[in-house]
C-alpha cells in the first residue's frame, strides 16, 4: 500500500529525516513512535504531500507520490497534531465544509459527512457549537474531518494529545474501529498507546529509523542481551559467586524473599546461559524455583533502539574525527 525508499528531508542545515524506508500493509495500523523532534510530524506532511522530500521516493496504492499528488491526496484523510476547528461551527457544519473541499457535492456532501459523524460518534452533538464540546467531542469531530470521503488512508498526528485517560479510550477505541478496510497511521511520543493500538511499530531517533515490526519480533530481536530472572533457594552469597563463575554472565543483582531469593542475572546469551545456570545450581545442591527470561515491554525496546542508534552515531562520529 505504502513504500517508502531512502526518505530524507532537510531544512537548511538541518537533516529532519535521513534515509528513511519502510513499507505499510493495506489494513495495517501502523505506530510511529519518537521523543518529540525524532521527525514524525515531518514524515506524516511528506506522505500526505505537504511537505516534498529532499531525497527518496514514495508509492502509494502503485502511484508515485511527487507526479500523482491530487490522485494520492484524495485517498488520504490526515488529522493535523493541532487540528484546526472553527469554534463558531457545529461539528456537522465543519465536516461538511470539509468534505466541500475534498471536492464532494450535492447529495454526496450529506451522506458523507452522515457516515464520518457516526462512525465517529458525534452525530449526538452535530448542531451544537465546538465551542460547548468537550476536548473528546472536539478531538472525534476532528478525525471526522479526515474521514470524510471515505479515504484509504488515515494519517493521524498525535490523536490522543492533550485528552484524559477516559477520552484516551474512547479515542483509541474509536481507531480501532476505523481501521481494517483502511490502512492506519498514527504517531504519538506515548509508548503504551503504541503498544494497545498498532500492528507494527516505526521507531525514529534524531530523524533515523531506528526500528521497524511487530511488536512481538522486536522483542526476540531486542531480547539479547537482557536479563535472566531466577528465584534460588540457598544462601545468597554462595549462589551469586556461583553464578558469575557462568561464562557469559555480567552482572548478578538480588532481592531477598520469604522462602527464596530474587536474582536477575544480566548477560549477553540468555538462551545458552539458562542451561548452564540450571545445571550448575543442581549440581551444587541449591533448589531452583523459577527461570525465565522475562519479555520486554516496548519501553525496553524503545531505549535499547534509542541506544543502540546513539552509540552508532558516536561511534561515527568518531570515526570521522580521528581521520
Not at 511520543?189 to 507494527?200: G, N, S, W
Not at 522483542?219 to 528465584?231: K, L, M, P
Not at 542475572?265 to 525465565?292: H, Q, W, Y
Request: hydrophobic share 40%; charged share 25%.
Amino acid at each position: 500500500m505504502i513504500k517508502v525508499e531512502n526518505l530524507s528531508k532537510a531544512f537548511g542545515p538541518v537533516k529532519a529525516l535521513d534515509s528513511i524506508s519502510f513499507q505499510v500493509e493495506r489494513g495495517e495500523i501502523v505506530g510511529i513512535l519518537g521523543p518529540n523532534g525524532a521527525g514524525k510530524t515531518t514524515l506524516m506532511r511528506i506522505l500526505t504531500g505537504f511537505f516534498p522530500p529532499t531525497t527518496g521516493s514514495i508509492l502509494i496504492d502503485g502511484l508515485d507520490l511527487s507526479k500523482n499528488l491530487r490522485k494520492i491526496q484524495a485517498m488520504i484523510g490526515y488529522l493535523p497534531e493541532s487540528a484546526p476547528l472553527y469554534k463558531e461551527m457545529t461539528p456537522e457544519e465543519i465536516v461538511a465544509f470539509s468534505a466541500r473541499m475534498k471536492g464532494s457535492a450535492g447529495r454526496n456532501v450529506k451522506k458523507d459527512v452522515e457516515r464520518a459523524l457516526e462512525a465517529c460518534g458525534v452525530g449526538s452533538v452535530k448542531n451544537r457549537l465546538i465551542s460547548t464540546l468537550s476536548k473528546g467531542f472536539r478531538q472525534r469531530t476532528a478525525i471526522a474531518t479526515a474521514l470524510v470521503g471515505s479515504p484509504k488512508i488515515l494519517i493521524l498526528d498525535e490523536p490522543t494529545s492533550g485528552l484524559d485517560p477516559e477520552q484516551i479510550v474512547e479515542i483509541r477505541d474509536l481507531i480501532r474501529n476505523l481501521s481494517g478496510e483502511r490502512t492506519v497511521i498514527l504517531s504519538t511520543h506515548i509508548l503504551h498507546e503504541v503498544a494497545h493500538l498498532t500492528e507494527r511499530i516505526l521507531i525514529l531517533q534524531n530523524g533515523r529509523l531506528v526500528a521497524s515490526d511487530r511488536l512481538e519480533n522486536l522483542q526476540e530481536a531486542f531480547g539479547s542481551g537482557f536479563e535472566i530472572s531466577a528465584s534460588i533457594i540457598g544462601p545468597t552469597e554462595k549462589i551469586v559467586e556461583l553464578l558469575l563463575q557462568i561464562p557469559g554472565v555480567l552482572e548478578v543483582e538480588f532481592t531477598e524473599r520469604e522462602n527464596s531469593s530474587e536474582y536477575l542475572i544480566k548477560t549477553e546469551e540468555p538462551d545458552s546461559v539458562r542451561a548452564e545456570i540450571s545445571r550448575r545450581l543442581v549440581e551444587a545442591g541449591f533448589e531452583l524455583v523459577e527461570l525465565k527470561k522475562p519479555e520486554l515491554t516496548l519501553e525496553d525496546i524503545y531505549l535499547k533502539s534509542v541506544r543502540k542508534n546513539a552509540a552508532h552515531r558516536s561511534a561515527r562520529a568518531q570515526k570521522f574525527a580521528s581521520v
